[in-house]
Structures are given as C-alpha cells and as structure tokens.
C-alpha cells in the first residue's frame, strides 16, 4: 500500500438529492462543487425499490435486492400471513467493498454504513449502523473500538431518535449531533489508523428531508412558507459541505474521494391505501370492517376469500395468496401469472383524489432482478414515480390520505442519487457521468485499483 492515507475516501450521504447539490444550491456548498469541478459527477440511479436497506447493500455489493433476497426494511420472513421482520446485516451474504479491499491487504475503516449490525470481522475496524438497537448492544469491530468511541464522545448516538415526531428543536439537534460525531469519528480514526480505505454515511440527510422539507418545497401540499425552518435542510446542507471539507483536509493529497448518495428525496404528495383499494377491488376480504385505521396484521382476514394484500411503505408491496404456497392459498398456481398480470394492470388505473391519472409503475420481481431469493412480494409497486406512499392501514374507507400511519413524514424517496468522484491522479475537470446506477460503483472502484471483481455483478464501469 502507498502511505497515502486514505487511498479512498467514500461518504455516502442518505437520501442527498441531486437537484439541491448540482443546480439549486452550488454556490451554497463550495467544497463539494469543488470536487464537481475538478472530477466527474451526475445523478446515480437507485435500486428498486429506492429504499436505504436495500440500496447501500447493493451499491457496495454490486448486486440486486433479488440477488440479496431483501426488499425494503422489513421482509417476509417465511410464507405466513404477519411475519414481516427488519433485515439487518446478517442478510447480506456476499462481500462488500471493504470486505474485498480488506481481502486484497487493504486496512478499511466503515463508519455506520447500512446493513452493518450486527457488527462483524473486517481487515480494520467497522462501527455498525442505524439498525443498531442501542448503544449496551455490540456496534463495533473490534470491541474494544466502543468503549474508544464513547471515551471520545459519551453522547453517541446510533440514529436521531424519534424523527418522526413534532419535537422539531430536538430533532434538529440531534441530527446535527449524528453528523458530527460520524465526521469527527472518520477524522481520529483516520489519524489514529491510517487506514488505506475509509467509508462513512450521514443519516442526518435522509432524517431532515422527512422532517423538514415541507417548510422548504412550494411544491408540497402542507407547504408553511413562513415556517421558522423553512431553511433547515439548505442551512444543514451547508454544515454537511463544511464538515466534508474539514474532513478532505486531514486526508492525504492524494486520496480519491466519492461523494455518493443511495437515492434522492421528493415532497410527499399523499398515501394511497394499498388494502383499502384491494378490497374494493374485491383481492382482499376483511372478516370484519374497522371502524379507525387499524394495521392490517391487527384485523381480521377471510384468508379463504383473499387473493392479495399488501404492505405499506415509501413503495407497495403486493403478496398473492397462492395454493399450496401461503398456508390458506386461493390462487391455484396455473393462474398465477394471469393474476398477477391482471392485478399489476389494474393498480395502473389508480387517480388522484381528483381523478387524474398518476404514474403508476408496477413491477415484476423476476423482470427486473438477476435472481429472485428469498420471499419477495409478488409486485412492487411505485405510486406516481413515488410522489404518493404506500399505506398498509385499513379503515380509512377512502384510499387516499394525507396523513402517514407511520408518523409525520414531509418527504419520500427518488429514485436518483448523486455521484461526484474526484481522484487527483485522475481528474475529469467537471465531466458529467451520465446513465450510471449504483450497481456501477463497485466495478468501477476494484477496476481503479486493478482488483479482481466477484464473478455475476451486475454493475458496469464508469470513465471516471
């Protein structure tokens, strides 16, 4: 390894939206138009669905969520009605950049990177994620790194805590608490170490776009143009920029560095409720109504009358109750596809409350996976390029709302991050990257550093 420390520097940025940091606020955040201007950059396509677990686990495996066999945060654990659980990182079975770095005599650093927790063995150290339960669980390798971390800040916090409520001052501390302390944790670990790579991720972008971009965005239905947050996120966005700069100084000049983001971020126009709609539709059959919005795993079902429900989200879930595959299963398996196809066409005639068509797009699983493990829903669904969320709550007797069943929540996900690379011995001097997909990070940095890749990525590499 060279002494430059590190070789490669990536910070990954949740949920930063592409539009804010290339057109509307450039000249607000000279450290990363510097990077712009001096290297390549451009929006980086998601992963389907555009949601955090599964997207970091694909840009740092180059693989699909098929391929890692997890859909969004919470996935069927088996064929049962209301088994949906969180997939932490023991669900990524294949390695990851800085497991294939660290093979290749790399020393790598990776600071709160989702789908690390549980923490695990790495050629260096790893500070485990958001998904860490709390701070007495393990959230670091090695061990003994906790109880360093918490010398240097007693405060240490693993995500901001209650984001979706009305304490605004709170949350607003909190993130800026989060943000600091991965910057100035990937600075002494940098000084301490050297290490030859080193990765971190702020979730504070992700939790001030839910929390605050409704004061910001003309465009949102609840807008408040005299909110005292209406410059919140510009105002963060700018600390974060600072941070990144302070951060570029203690590493060597040489180091190549990848601002990158998973997906962006767009005002949340309303909800449509997935349930509601397939028991108009005749799919799903309640035993009986609720009188209030109700869970649906706290309802009761006629599994016997049902064909498909489903699950709520940034994206819909849609689940055929299949013969012989859920344990009550109606759809004989001969009919499967014609169902599947014909619900899937159905889903694209859902209107605004107005009547106006919305784009609808429903998805396929094995159309648009390399392989299909675990127990995916049987379609994904995007609600007008997710303008509109999912909503899994029955008893709204409307399937429109306004208000999310999981807590306030200003924006959703899109499905364009950013990207912007800048290595010193290659500079680009501005170049715009276009049609990339975060399936290409990986390929692209093992072939800037001649590493041989796992076999079956589906990324490609980019001129960077």
């Not at 430059?4 to 949920?15: F, N, R």
């Not at 023991?90 to 390695?95: D, F, I, L, Q, S």
């Not at 005002?267 to 799903?284: D, K, T, V």
Request: glycine content about 8%.
């Amino acid at each position: 390894m060279t002494s430059a420390s590190p070789q490669l520097l990536i910070i990954g940025l949740d949920c930063m939206e592409p539009s804010l940091v290339f057109e509307q606020w450039r000249q607000d955040l000279p450290n990363l138009s510097r990077l712009m201007t001096q290297g390549s950059y451009g929006r980086l396509e998601s992963s389907i669905p555009a949601i955090t677990v599964p997207a970091w686990s694909c840009m740092m495996s180059g693989r699909d969520p098929g391929e890692l066999g997890i859909y969004g945060f919470r996935n069927r654990g088996d064929r049962t009605y209301n088994n949906m659980s969180i997939s932490d990182g023991r669900a990524v079975k294949v390695p990851r950049l800085w497991d294939i770095l660290g093979e290749a005599g790399w020393k790598v650093a990776a600071i709160s990177v989702p789908g690390t927790s549980p923490p695990y063995k790495v050629n260096g150290s790893l500070v485990s994620c958001f998904l860490t339960p709390s701070r007495e669980a393990p959230f670091t390798h090695p061990p003994e790194l906790a109880e360093q971390i918490i010398s240097w800040m007693p405060d240490f916090i693993m995500d901001v805590p209650d984001f979706r409520s009305d304490a605004k001052d709170e949350i607003l501390s909190n993130i800026y608490k989060l943000c600091d302390q991965r910057f100035t944790l990937a600075e002494k670990l940098i000084e301490q170490d050297a290490p030859d790579f080193l990765m971190l991720v702020d979730m504070g972008v992700d939790r001030i776009h839910h929390s605050f971009w409704k004061p910001m965005d003309a465009r949102h239905p609840a807008h408040e143009p005299n909110s005292p947050y209406a410059n919140a996120i510009h105002d963060y966005y700018c600390h974060v920029d600072r941070r990144v700069g302070e951060l570029l100084g203690r590493c060597s000049e040489e180091t190549a560095v990848l601002v990158v983001s998973d997906h962006g971020a767009k005002p949340l126009m309303g909800g449509i409720c997935l349930n509601e709609w397939l028991i108009q539709q005749g799919y799903l059959v309640l035993k009986e109504t609720p009188s209030t919005p109700t869970p649906l795993d706290q309802v009761e079902v006629d599994w016997s009358q049902t064909k498909a429900w489903g699950a709520g989200g940034y994206y819909g879930r849609v689940f055929l109750n299949v013969k012989g595959r859920e344990p009550q299963g109606v759809i004989p398996l001969a009919d499967y596809e014609k169902v599947r196809s014909q619900l899937a066409e159905s889903l694209t005639h859902i209107t605004d409350p107005d009547g106006n068509a919305l784009n609808i797009k429903p998805f396929k699983p094995q159309q648009i996976y390399q392989k299909v493990r675990g127990i995916a829903p049987d379609l994904l669904v995007y609600f007008d390029d997710l303008a509109w969320r999912s909503i899994g709550t029955v008893g709204y007797g409307s399937i429109h709302t306004i208000e999310n069943d999981t807590g306030a929540d200003d924006a959703n996900h899109a499905q364009y991050g950013l990207a912007i690379f800048y290595d010193p011995k290659q500079p680009k001097a501005g170049q715009q990257i276009d049609g990339a997909q975060l399936y290409d990070i990986l390929p692209t940095l093992l072939h800037r550093y001649t590493i041989e890749p796992p076999k079956g990525l589906r990324g490609k590499v980019l001129d960077w």
